[in-house]
């Protein structure tokens, strides 16, 4: 299973940015897809953004509800996360994960698979 983040990049606040996630080696629409955020150096486990099930449920962590949406394009084995009304307080590596059990979390230990994550800039 392989997993590789892009969109990340520096942005303004009030900005916006789609992170993309390709998958590999796993049928995404199987399982559950999720997007975590961690914040380098500051000892913090990685926060739940958001995440995708199988049936096409959806959650958010409140801090991003409203702002972020999650989807999925089970033809290219992709998942997406469109942040829009991006905050300072966003600034975080952003990774995606796959949880082969299906299991309905934002809990990151519930993941099996991780990419390299890509790093999300809100400054002025």
């Known amino acids: 299973v392989q997993l590789v983040e892009s969109g990340g990049g520096l942005v303004q606040p009030g900005g916006s940015l789609r992170l993309s996630c390709t998958a590999s080696?796993?049928?995404?629409?199987?399982?559950?897809m999720g997007w975590f955020r961690q914040v380098p150096g500051k000892g913090r486990e990685r926060e739940g953004v958001?995440?995708?099930?199988?049936?096409?449920?959806?959650d958010y962590a409140d801090s991003v509800k409203g702002r972020f949406t999650i989807s999925r394009d089970n033809a290219k084995n992709m998942v997406y996360l469109q942040m829009n009304s991006l905050k300072p307080e966003d600034t975080a590596v952003y990774y995606c994960a796959i949880d082969i059990h299906g299991t309905r979390t934002l809990a990151f230990h519930e993941y099996d698979y991780w990419g390299q994550g890509t790093q999300v800039t809100v400054s002025s």
């Open positions: 958001s995440s995708i099930y199988t049936e096409g449920g959806t």
């Open positions: 080696g796993f049928i995404i629409s199987s399982t559950t």
